[in-house]
């Protein structure tokens, strides 16, 4: 199983992003598809997660949209009017998790090398 993500950068602080993860070695449609974060100095934290419903973190909410798709196995996370604090490393995961332990990292047994994500205010 190997995880891809990619479309991080350096973006202004309003802007907007669009991430990638592709998969190959699982059937995406089977798994609980997240995207996680981390910053310098800071633990990783939980962003968004998919599997048939949606699921983000209160920081995220109303601003940044998880999707997938199932034929190019690929999950994709919309960010938009980016803030200064969401720069980090994006990190994309699958699990067979349950919906209980969706933002749990513990939950995800494949990660991606993760992108990064830079804001200039």
């Known amino acids: 199983v190997q995880l891809q993500a990619f479309g991080g950068g350096l973006v202004q602080a309003g802007g907007s992003l669009r991430l990638s993860c592709t998969a190959s070695?699982?059937?995406?449609?089977?798994?609980?598809m997240g995207w996680f974060r981390q910053a310098p100095g800071k633990e990783r934290e939980f962003v968004a997660c998919?599997?048939?419903?949606?699921y983000y973190a209160d920081s995220v909410k109303g601003r940044f949209t998880i999707s997938r798709d199932n034929a190019r196995s690929t999950v994709f996370l919309q960010m938009n009017n980016i803030k200064d604090e969401d720069a980090a490393v994006y990190y994309c995961?699958?699990?067979?998790?349950?919906?209980?332990?969706?933002?749990?990292?513990?939950?995800?047994?494949?990660w991606g090398q993760g992108t990064l994500v830079t804001v200039s205010s």
């Open positions: 070695g699982l059937t995406l449609s089977n798994y609980m």
């Open positions: 998919i599997k048939g419903n949606t």
């Open positions: 995961a699958a699990g067979r998790t349950i919906w209980s332990q969706r933002a749990s990292a513990s939950g995800y047994n494949y």
